[in-house]
Structure formats: structure tokens, C-alpha cells
């Protein structure tokens, strides 16, 4: 009885690195000022702390190293913990020391890289500096700043409305290369080159973050050269970009606004301390959560933009059957076997209900290989609708089910009417099933369980929508109106007060 309970402990390792990260990071920067004194997180006058512990919860997120020596642990009881300054280790960020006992000892600075890396910042600030050139863009009033193509549908619409005021500032040159064969008028500030500010260097901040730093340079130059008052606008909010953006236009006097582009079932670091002058959420239960972690935080309920609130999406969807399976992209919860076994769970409800029909919706930033698309393509009643060819409202309008392990698709499909399933199996412990009210959303804890329903569903196609409770117009708002429109009057009335 006791081994059952350790080892289902233990099927939750991504959930609970994410939250001990996320925890870890909170000590470290009250570590940080109270070694190195309040200053440590500030360039010049501006503070750099909140995009700086995105950039370390990245990182150690991604760093698939850090999240594999702490599954080995076989305590129960890990933990983390980020050393804070003046090791001597020669790889900046890297390097797993050693964990001892309950701990997973992360060292993150170095005294070797600092003056090594320091250097070669200085150089390449130098270089930049024989080719610079100042753009501006003096009819404009408002820059979307864009990191991610996933990012465009959401924009675009209030892009086409304010068109000769407004243009996409991308951040990387992939991205503008995109948005480039769609035809839309885009700057990439990766081309805005640096230059050394000795006024303005903190050099304490330069050689531990200095990734941080040389992205902010490019923001803060950027913004400067405009000699302009001008609105910024991105999505999400949760990346070190944001923040960024967001720091620099608030040292500036300038107005900031995002807006919320998915949700995540857990609020990590990206989701805590935002700092914009506005942050447009789905719906009061989003804000009200949001607020827990983010006190000086100014948010606003408007609905969400990408879904087209005058069509007839909220008809009652039951009497079909369809299921959407949203593929996700793997990375500390869902590993390449949990892929592959998400993968099965399709292949076995293709075969288990060969008269409904699945659509297929793999993740924007993770297209599904040739190889899955083969192993599913064998199944005739198996459709793709991948996001660059289809709207979420597209997919939605056909379905009656949505199963993901955690994606934030669960909450949309609740909107549309369509049964939302968190399939939880050894991704989340506590998936918030109940965030719209009791049964709100159905969690399938595993493969036997999802067996089992497709049974029931077999002889009974409503045997789901009489377990869940749906209800229309409760979750997110304005139904009878457009949320473009709405977050477009904001944008306005923002754009008047602009000098």
C-alpha cells in the first residue's frame, strides 16, 4: 500500500519541478537583494528583476539536464535550490554541481564566465556600433511586438483595424521572414544594433544575465529612437520579451498593454509580478486568479479575440460526433513516450468509434511528424486541421469533445460548448477540473479510464454531456459583442492620450 502511494507521488515529476522552480526562483531573488543590495536587478533606472526570473524559469525549464537529475532523485522530497552569486564554476547557467540528500543544487554564476563573457559582449557592442543606424517610424503610434507567428492571429485583427497607426515589431528574423510572405508591414529589432552606455551598465547585471541584458539593450535603444510617445502591445505576457517591453515602456512613461492568449492550469513564474499598464483577460474568474499574483497589476475583462463571437459557434454541439484531439508540444511534463502514448489514445479512439469522426490539432510551435501523420492517416475517419490552415472557431463548430492533456484549448471548448477533457495521465496532479464550477471539466486519470468512456460512448453518445456541466455565457463575456471591437476601444482611448 505505501509503494502505491510513493510511486503515484512520484508519476507527478514535471508538475512538481515546475512548482518548486517556480518557488525556488521567489527565494532566490529576495537572496539576490539581500546579498548584492536592491540595486543588483537594476540598468540605469530601470528594473530588471521580473524579466530576469523569466529568464532563469526558462532556462532551467528547458534544460533538460536539470529536470533529469532531478528525476533520478528517489527522495520523495525534492526540492530546489538556485545559488546566488560568485561561485567558481566555468559554465554560466549550465552546470549541475551535485545534489545531496533532498536537494537539487542548481549553481548559476560564475566568477571565470563573468570576465570572459564580459569581454566578448564588449567586443561585439563595439562591432555594432561601426553600423548603426537609428529607424523610426514617425506615423506610428502603435507597435505590436511580436515573438511568436502563434501570436498573429490574435493581433492581426486589431492590426487591420488601426493599420496606418500601427506596425509589427518582431524579435527575431525568422519571425519577420514570416510575416514578411503574408504581407504584412514588420520591423525586426534584432536589426537594431547596440551600443556601450557606461552611464547606464550595470556590470554586475551585464556578465550574470548577460542574455538579459542584451536583449533590453536592444528594447531600450529601440525605444529611445522613436523620440515619441507610442503604445506597445504583445501577447501572453508570460516571456522574458514581455517583460522587457514592459519595463522599458514604463521608465519611458509609455503605455503598455497585453493580452491574454491562453492559460496555464498552474501560475508560474511567467504569470507573476506583470507589469503593464493593462492586461486584457477571457473573463473575471481569469482576472480574479491572476490577481492573486500580481497586486500592482491593472487587469480588464473583454473576452477572448480569437474567437468570432457572432457566428453561431455556441449552438448546442451534442448531436454530433466528433472528438478534437489538441496535440502538445513535449517538454518537462509531457516527454517523448507521453507523446507517443497521447498518440495511441487517438489511434484507439479511431478504432474503438470508427463511425465518429477525430480531428487532429497539432501544436503551433510543434508540427506533427510525417511519421504520427502516416499512423494516423490509415484511419478514415481521422482529419487534420492544423492551426496555420485552420481557426480555432473552425475546429470548435465541428466537434462535440475536446480531449488535451492540459492545453489551454480545454477552457476555449468550454466557451464553445464542447465537452472538455483533461486526459491527466502522469502529466498533472491537481489539473483545476473544477475551474468553472463543480464538473466543469472531465479529467481522465488514465488509459483504462478513456477505454472505459469510449464503451459507454458506444452505446450512449451523450454518456459525456451528462457528466459535465456547460454552461453558456458564464465564462468568458460579451457574447452579443465582438471582444476585437471591445479591445479596439481600449487601443483608442490609450491612443488618444498619446503625445
Not at 523569466?54 to 526540492?79: A, Q
Not at 494516423?376 to 492544423?386: D, G, Q, R, V
Not at 480555432?392 to 471548448?413: D, G, T
Request: hydrophobic share 40%; aromatic share 16%; with cysteine.
Amino acid at each position: 500500500m505505501t509503494k502505491k502511494k510513493t510511486e503515484k507521488k512520484d508519476s507527478y515529476l514535471g508538475d512538481k519541478f515546475l512548482k518548486d522552480l517556480t518557488e525556488s526562483i521567489s527565494k532566490f531573488s529576495v537572496e539576490a537583494k539581500r546579498n548584492n543590495g536592491s540595486n543588483y536587478f537594476f540598468s540605469g533606472s530601470i528594473n530588471l528583476q521580473y524579466a530576469i526570473e523569466r529568464y532563469l524559469f526558462n532556462k532551467l525549464c528547458n534544460d533538460n539536464k536539470t529536470f533529469s537529475i532531478f528525476v533520478k532523485s528517489k527522495s520523495s522530497k525534492r526540492s530546489i535550490h538556485i545559488f546566488c552569486f560568485y561561485t567558481y564554476e566555468k559554465i554560466v547557467y549550465q552546470n549541475l554541481i551535485t545534489h545531496n540528500k533532498n536537494k537539487l543544487y542548481i549553481w548559476n554564476f560564475s566568477l571565470i564566465g563573468r570576465v570572459a563573457n564580459g569581454f566578448r559582449i564588449i567586443f561585439s557592442v563595439l562591432r555594432e556600433l561601426s553600423i548603426f543606424r537609428k529607424k523610426q517610424f514617425s506615423k506610428k503610434k502603435i507597435f505590436f511586438f511580436i515573438e511568436s507567428v502563434k501570436f498573429l492571429e490574435l493581433l492581426n485583427g486589431l492590426h487591420l483595424r488601426n493599420k496606418s497607426d500601427s506596425i509589427f515589431i518582431s524579435s527575431n528574423k525568422a519571425v519577420s521572414a514570416s510575416l514578411n510572405t503574408k504581407h504584412i508591414s514588420n520591423y525586426c529589432i534584432n536589426n537594431f544594433p547596440l551600443r556601450l552606455d557606461i552611464a547606464c551598465l550595470n556590470t554586475k547585471l551585464l556578465f550574470d544575465f548577460k542574455d538579459v541584458y542584451l536583449v533590453f539593450e536592444k528594447y531600450r535603444l529601440f525605444f529611445e529612437s522613436q523620440k515619441k510617445i507610442f503604445l506597445s502591445i504583445c501577447a501572453e505576457g508570460n516571456s522574458v520579451e514581455n517583460s522587457l517591453v514592459s519595463a522599458c515602456a514604463a521608465s519611458l512613461n509609455m503605455p503598455s498593454l497585453c493580452i491574454q492568449n491562453g492559460w496555464a492550469y498552474y501560475p508560474h513564474t511567467g504569470f507573476r509580478n506583470l507589469q503593464f499598464t493593462l492586461f486584457l483577460t477571457w473573463g473575471e474568474l481569469f482576472s480574479k486568479y491572476l490577481e492573486l499574483y500580481n497586486k500592482a497589476q491593472k487587469f480588464s475583462t473583454i473576452g477572448n479575440l480569437t474567437i468570432d463571437f457572432n457566428s453561431n459557434s455556441f449552438r448546442n454541439n451534442q448531436k454530433k460526433r466528433t472528438f478534437v484531439f489538441f496535440l502538445q508540444a513535449p517538454c518537462i511534463f509531457i516527454s517523448d513516450q507521453n507523446y507517443k502514448h497521447f498518440i495511441s489514445l487517438i489511434i484507439l479512439t479511431a478504432r474503438t468509434l470508427p463511425e465518429w469522426k477525430l480531428i487532429v490539432r497539432e501544436h503551433p510551435s510543434y508540427p506533427l511528424s510525417d511519421i504520427y501523420k502516416a499512423e494516423l492517416s490509415i484511419f478514415p475517419n481521422i482529419e487534420f486541421m492544423a492551426p496555420k490552415n485552420f481557426r480555432l472557431n473552425e475546429v470548435m463548430q465541428k466537434a462535440s469533445i475536446a480531449v488535451a492533456y492540459y492545453s489551454s484549448a480545454l477552457f476555449e471548448a468550454y466557451c464553445f460548448n464542447v465537452i472538455p477533457v483533461a486526459y491527466t495521465s502522469d502529466i498533472v496532479e491537481n489539473f483545476p477540473a473544477d475551474f468553472f464550477g463543480e464538473k466543469s471539466i472531465i479529467e481522465v486519470a488514465d488509459f483504462d479510464s478513456w477505454k472505459n468512456i469510449l464503451m459507454k460512448l458506444k452505446n450512449d453518445i451523450n454518456f459525456l454531456a451528462k457528466q459535465v456541466k456547460v454552461k453558456k455565457n458564464t465564462v468568458f463575456p460579451g457574447l452579443k459583442s465582438y471582444p476585437l471591437d471591445k479591445a479596439n476601444l481600449i487601443i483608442n482611448k490609450l491612443k488618444l492620450n498619446l503625445k
